[in-house]
């Protein structure tokens, strides 16, 4: 290896700054460079794996040979500091700031309400502005392709594409898709109310400044002359532990890959970087060829095209473009097969980052290009120091046969793929959890090829991704069937062959077995079809074409941009100027957020002395810890100490939540102990060397059916009853009964746990930065934990990107790990949990079983139910007691029921413990609720709808337990959404569409709402806040709320500056920390506005009567003049405002109780398209009526809307956790759990307040942050509907299991059919499946 003293400069550019790196390390990646060395922290760590989109930057090459700059978005996360070289670099910072200037795409993000938490903001902007770098007046479907890399799971992306959209020209607020209508016009949209004054402008369009792309920075020009130097030679950087060479030639390449024939050529490193990262793989030398010319570049011959291996996969779309484009449409099928899968293979980051030769080298089994390439013919060019060849991809290389693969020294130069003849055929087939950004779950490339004139086949290449190790060819079937004629019995025939040769053993990794072996016979029918269409096109009279019935099977569905409307009620002309409350005020961060200058914890900068953390985790689900050696992890370089269950000094199980394993586990991902050190990469170094034994302990309970089994409960069980149940279930028309299950779900908040512990010199204190929705409880913990009084522990938080209820309980136990490991080491630590602990550890939304028992007559009343729900609380009670009322409390829904009875009960299991979500439980419990209804209807013969309004409250009445309300927005928000979705005219159009086309089917729902506000318990609606009035006159707020992205500040600024009569401009919010106002309870249920806001409004309305005599004395006074004169006359200018809270009781030995202080009602009607083959879906338009009463801040309480439709809607249909048999999560990342991009939400998505009076809360206002979720489930009532259609045609029963999430394999495997009917299946006694369903 070469010596230190070899190690060259590594040269690059940051924000137009020259960086110089005299020891570049090839193993820090350019997120970790810009967070911890240039101390750039606008670029966020969502997933460390190129899955999120949160570390976007723009990275500017210039090409000597075109002479042009090439700017493309790359995730920085997986950009070895190395590659950089030459290169330059705009994060974030480098496209503005409040400091110096914000650029048009930050200021319009924030505008439009694109941030709520503000932690995907800073990608949002890089891909915005990188795409406008490249195309300053983009199209709308540009835009939507540039955020498909993008998670964000606070906002629902609308608000996001549209800032996007307002670079469009000629794209206005009018959505009415280039009608030449404008959706605004009273005529076109008939559900203007006529009694309301409704507005419909979130924002001012005037207000924004233009983008002018002179403006923009230049590519240094030291950097062009470094690219063009002719003397450029090949470079070496000298690591702690590896090597990176960068040769200029191809001589020099060879050269060095036969010197080091193990080394990986580096090239997006989209595949070598996941792999040393999360696979554990090390290598101490990498050669990183990128620039060499010989690996860049494409050339059309008359056979077809060559491209070189170091092209991305965006600029071989760009060269497919450019051919397709040029040449006749018969010689480009391969390439248009390869440019569909090309749009949705991951996101636009790791197209421009992955090559062409790295896709093909690594041979990926979920390949999306190389199954096409393959059934294309396409060739690799190979070079080594010995000679050239080629190898045909359609031979054994993707395979992987030892003998197939590259020799040693060689390297793939470019790849050939050849045009298609006259009569050959080539298309790529895939399906996917999501439609992009996403692994295949199946993916295929096919082609024939004819005699020609004749639809004989010549030749015919069926290759097909993850359905084993390796991309894998149908070798046998396609051979036997050369000759065949393009008929049904070869569609039989292939069918029933393919599944004899490709085997997916019951066992597989992956799962989903039976629908793999289903979608591989489905996507070859696909494929047949397709062929046949085209056949008719090449001669109609020879070869008839498909049923009209089955032409829409042929085509996925296209990718629209999205588009909406949001309607809500205009402020009263009549209201002084000044006072913002109703009006739709931009988030208190937004502009923070989308320039990177909001502040999370992880960005604070490093505390002196301060330490990593790393976690060690159980691997078993029960068992006896036998040894614990840490001793090898104590001597890795930069460790100060191991934390284990001796060090510490209190409890170590508070509330019986553990912190520190002892001498048993109960749950994989339970911590063992911590290891502290001076980086987190030698943390975590070291933590891989702790060692442990373990014995095993029986039983280790899973699922709920087990713990039901051995009665593995953790709480009592819940009852609600009403009426007689067992009389009425004797005079009915008919009773059924059936089972729901619904799956978990992870919170997935882009700002992973955060804490940062800071042990203090005196008397004990610590001080802990967390981003949490409970500070107390952090204190509480830690309190515990440490044996101090909470007087001595501060907890501060300032904001969190993103919570959802997975910040309440778990900040506390993490908070509790921290702050012993600061007390043991006396040094502060950080400790931010990577995304795959952090889903390890922290678990999620309680998976659920529902049974019901159901009596109805036949008109569809339900006379009397009887349900009972269990959920699975995972290992430690955290909050599954509460989650567990909440369920039996909330359950009704929007249904009176006379004869009612609800069970529940928190099964303890063997998984890590479940937690409070977004809904608290309703989102699970009420889709059973909706089961059971729809269930009714089919039963009658009546459309759910139907069945829904015979049932629904319809006048003020009690609830099951005894709580008097009135339903009237309810009827409103139901009335309103079937008539103004024009449900019942759609309903019918979906039949038609229905009748027309038998592999596709569309489905409605619409879905009512009575979600309850708050907490049982009354001291849990306290809040207090604490108001300074500083003597110039600027007002420091301080309340128990925490930010989490809902816009609580913003709101408490509002309802500030009305009731001291200021502009908002002269209230303050800095952070909440249980320092300034102590005891505050969580922020969750929805309660947040209500219970800050009368803390606030009650301190201001103290200060003000203070301040009432002075004011009266000088009226015309000034505010500023009036806080001084109160100093003068030694009047206090700080006041605690206080709020009893909602005075709410249960009582669960009497079943009654006013448990909740109000309601908040909606309606969704959601209407999908699926794909019966596939099992894919579509959502095409969603309309959501939200009682809203009357919105403080109609732009934030619509992306609360939005936001949890968007995430309920992930809940019902793509979000679905992977469980092994014995308790171990797969799903620790966005590359194995899909919460919704930017292409699944809505193609259009229409939203309406609804105005109502609520006057026990602030102004009349409804907490809205959790109730939009359930309405996601329309969504999944919407597939059943589409589904019971196919079901129907296909004459199959009509009640079939409704279980969510409604994954693409659900709905394929409910569409049964010859295709269904032909895989083997095998006895399920007779193997362990890969994963199992834990509810
Ligand atoms: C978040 C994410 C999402 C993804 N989604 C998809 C998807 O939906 N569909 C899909 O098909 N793929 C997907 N991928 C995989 C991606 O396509 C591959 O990782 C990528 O194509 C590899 O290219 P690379 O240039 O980054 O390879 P690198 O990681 O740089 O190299 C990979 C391997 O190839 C070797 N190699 C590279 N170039 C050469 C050469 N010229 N000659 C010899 N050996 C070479 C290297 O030695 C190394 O072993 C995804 C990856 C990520 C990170
Ligand atoms: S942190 Fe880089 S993509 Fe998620
Ligand atoms: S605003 Fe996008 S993740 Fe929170």
Redesign the pocket.
Do not use: W
């Given at each position: 290896m070469p010596s230190i003293s070899d190690s060259d400069e590594l040269i690059f550019f940051v924000n137009g700054r020259k960086v110089i790196e005299k020891k570049a390390d090839p193993e820090v990646n350019l997120l970790i460079y810009l967070r911890k060395i240039l101390r750039l922290t606008g670029t966020k760590y969502g997933c460390g794996?190129?899955?999120c989109g949160a570390c976007t930057v723009m990275v500017s090459r210039y090409d000597p040979k075109s002479k042009k700059i090439h700017h493309y978005p790359a995730t920085a996360c997986?950009v070895p500091i190395c590659s950089l070289h030459g290169a330059a670099v705009t994060t974030v910072e480098g496209v503005g700031s409040i400091k110096k200037r914000i650029h048009p795409v930050q200021e319009r993000l924030a505008k439009c309400h694109g941030t709520q938490c503000g932690f995907c903001s800073p990608g949002m902007v890089m891909s915005i502005y990188t795409l406008l770098r490249n195309h300053p007046e983009p199209t709308p479907d540009q835009i939507t392709e540039a955020l498909g890399g993008n998670l964000c799971r606070c906002t629902g992306y609308r608000p996001i594409v549209e800032s996007g959209k307002t670079f469009s020209p000629g794209a206005t607020v009018c959505q009415m898709k280039g009608s030449g209508k404008c959706c605004m016009d009273p005529d076109e949209r008939s559900f203007l109310s006529r009694e309301e004054k409704m507005c419909t402008k979130l924002y001012n369009e005037d207000e924004f400044q233009p983008l002018d792309p002179s403006q923009e920075p230049i590519f240094p020009p030291e950097l062009i002359r470094m690219a063009e130097d002719p003397h450029k030679r090949r470079l070496t950087f000298q690591g702690a532990r590896t090597v990176w060479f960068m040769p200029v030639t191809l001589k020099d390449l060879l050269e060095l890959k036969a010197g080091y024939p193990e080394a990986?050529?580096?090239?997006?490193?989209?595949?070598?970087?996941?792999s040393i990262k999360f696979k554990g793989e090390f290598h101490p030398i990498f050669i990183s060829?990128l620039g060499i010319p010989e690996?860049n570049f494409v050339e059309g011959t008359d056979n077809g095209a060559t491209v070189g291996?170091?092209y991305s996969?965006a600029q071989l779309k760009d060269a497919l473009d450019f051919l397709v484009s040029e040449q006749p449409k018969e010689k480009t099928k391969t390439y248009h097969a390869l440019l569909k899968?090309l749009r949705?293979?991951?996101?636009p980051q790791?197209r421009n980052?992955?090559?062409v030769?790295?896709?093909t080298?690594?041979r990926?089994n979920?390949?999306?290009?190389n199954p096409i390439l393959a059934a294309g013919n396409a060739t690799i060019n190979v070079m080594s120091k010995e000679g050239k060849r080629q190898i045909s991809l359609n031979g054994p290389f993707l395979e992987e046969l030892p003998e197939a693969n590259?020799k040693p020294g060689?390297?793939?130069?470019s790849v050939s793929i050849p045009y298609t003849t006259q009569w050959q055929f080539v298309a790529g087939l895939r399906l996917?959890q999501r439609q992009e950004?996403?692994?295949?779950i199946v993916n295929a490339g096919m082609s024939v090829e004819f005699e020609e004139g004749t639809d004989t086949i010549k030749g015919l290449q069926m290759f097909f991704g993850s359905v084993a190790p390796t991309v894998v060819s149908a070798k046998q079937t396609c051979k036997q069937l050369i000759g065949r004629q393009w008929d049904e019995q070869m569609l039989s025939d292939a069918c029933q062959w393919v599944l004899e040769e490709i085997r997916i053993p019951p066992e597989a990794e992956g799962g989903m077995v039976e629908y793999r072996r289903t979608l591989m016979v489905s996507l070859f029918f696909k494929f047949f079809l397709k062929v046949r269409r085209w056949l008719n096109k090449m001669d109609p009279q020879k070869f008839p074409d498909i049923p009209g019935k089955f032409v829409s099977a042929l085509d996925d569905f296209p990718i629209e941009t999205p588009q909406g409307i949001q309607m809500f009620q205009c402020v009263d002309p009549n209201q002084p100027q000044q006072d913002p409350v109703g009006h739709p005020v931009m988030h208190q961060s937004a502009i923070k957020h989308t320039t990177g200058e909001a502040i999370f914890v992880d960005d604070m900068p490093p505390v002196d002395q301060e330490l990593f953390l790393a976690v060690v985790t159980s691997t078993r689900a029960h068992a006896k810890i036998t040894s614990l050696d840490v001793s090898k992890a104590r001597a890795c370089p930069g460790v100060v100490d191991v934390i284990t269950a001796k060090d510490v000094p209190g409890e170590n199980n508070h509330r019986g939540e553990i912190f520190y394993a002892q001498s048993e586990v109960i749950c994989v991902g339970q911590i063992v102990c911590t290891v502290a050190a001076d980086t987190y990469a030698h943390a975590k170094e070291a933590a891989k060397q702790v060692k442990i034994a373990y014995d095993d302990i029986e039983p280790a309970i899973i699922t709920i059916e087990q713990a039901l089994e051995l009665n593995s409960f953790l709480s009592p069980e819940r009852k609600i009853e009403q009426g007689n149940v067992d009389y009425a279930f004797k005079h009915v028309d008919q009773v059924i009964e059936g089972e729901v299950h619904v799956e978990g779900q992870e919170h997935f908040y882009m700002e992973t746990q955060s804490i940062l512990a800071i042990p203090q010199t005196e008397d004990k204190e610590m001080v802990l930065h967390v981003g949490t929705q409970f500070p107390t409880h952090v204190q509480e913990y830690v309190s515990a934990a440490l044996k101090v009084p909470r007087s001595r522990i501060a907890c501060h938080m300032k904001r969190t990107g993103g919570a959802f209820g997975g910040k309440v309980t778990k900040p506390a136990l993490l908070g509790a790990v921290a702050a012993v490991a600061a007390n043991k080491t006396g040094r502060p630590i950080r400790f931010i949990l990577e995304r795959s602990n952090d889903m390890l550890i922290t678990a999620g939304r309680h998976p659920l079983l529902g049974k019901y028992k159901i009596g109805f007559m036949n008109n569809g009343e339900i006379k009397a139910a009887d349900v009972e729900y269990y959920v699975n609380g995972g290992c430690t009670p955290d909050e599954s007691e509460m989650v567990v009322e909440f369920i039996v409390l909330k359950s009704e829904n929007a249904y009176c029921i006379p004869n009612f009875r609800c069970r529940g009960r928190a099964c303890k299991t063997n998984l890590p413990s479940n937690t409070a979500f977004r809904g608290f439980g309703f989102p699970q419990a009420t889709v059973v609720v909706e089961a059971y209804v729809t269930a009714v209807a089919l039963k009658c013969n009546l459309l759910p709808e139907e069945v829904k309004e015979i049932n629904m409250y319809k006048r003020t009445s009690k609830t099951a337990y005894k709580q008097t309300f009135n339903p009237e927005p309810l009827r409103r928000c139901w009335k309103e959404c079937l008539e103004k979705s024009s449900f019942y005219s759609r309903k019918q159009a979906a039949e038609e569409f229905n009748k027309k086309n038998y592999w596709k089917k569309r489905g409605l729902a619409v879905t009512p709402m009575k979600f309850s506000i708050g907490i049982p318990t009354a001291s849990y609606n306290q809040a207090a806040a604490l108001v300074h009035i500083y003597l110039d006159g600027s007002v420091l707020l301080t309340h128990g709320g925490c930010e989490l992205g809902q816009g609580l500040y913003t709101k408490m600024i509002q309802v500030a500056s009305r009731e001291l009569n200021i502009p908002q401009s002269y209230v303050h919010l800095s952070e909440t920390s249980t320092v300034t106002v102590p005891n505050a309870l969580f922020t969750a249920g929805s309660l947040g506005t209500d219970v800050n806001g009368k803390a606030v409004q009650n301190a201001c309305q103290i200060l003000l009567e203070r301040l009432r005599p002075i004011i009266k004395k000088n009226p015309e006074g000034k505010w500023k003049e009036w806080v001084a004169k109160a100093f003068e006359e030694s009047i206090s200018l700080s006041a605690t405002g206080y709020f009893k809270g909602y005075q709410t009781n249960m009582d669960w030995e009497k079943e009654e109780g006013d448990a909740y202080p109000y309601y908040v009602y909606g309606a969704a009607c959601s209407e999908v398209e699926v794909d019966c083959l596939t099992g894919a879906h579509k959502l095409l338009r969603t309309d959501i009526f939200m009682d809203a009463a009357f919105s403080i801040n109609p732009a934030l309480d619509i992306g609360q809307i939005e936001g949890a439709f968007i995430q309920g809607m992930g809940l019902y249909t793509t979000e679905e956790l992977k469980y092994s048999p014995k308790g171990v999560l797969y799903s620790r990342g966005?590359?194995d759990y899909k919460i919704p991009t930017v292409t699944e939400i809505p193609e259009e998505f229409y939203i309406t307040l609804v105005h109502s009076r609520n006057p026990i809360a602030i102004y009349s206002s409804k907490g809205l942050g959790e109730a939009g979720m359930f309405l996601g489930s329309s969504v999944l009532f919407a597939i059943y509907d589409a589904v019971t259609a196919a079901r129907k045609e296909r004459g199959l029963s009509n009640t079939f299991p409704l279980n969510s999430p409604a994954t693409p394999e659900v709905i394929r495997m409910s569409c049964t059919d010859q295709f269904t009917d032909m895989i083997p299946r095998d006895d399920p006694s007779t193997y362990t499946p890969w994963s199992i369903h834990v509810s």
């Open positions: 794996s190129g899955g997986l990986p050529l580096v090239m997006g490193n989209t595949t070598v970087g996941p060829p690996l291996a170091a996969l899968h949705t293979l991951a996101g790791i980052m992955a090559t030769g790295g896709h080298v690594s990926p979920f390949s999306d290009l590259l060689e390297v793939v130069v996917a950004n996403a692994f295949a966005p590359d």
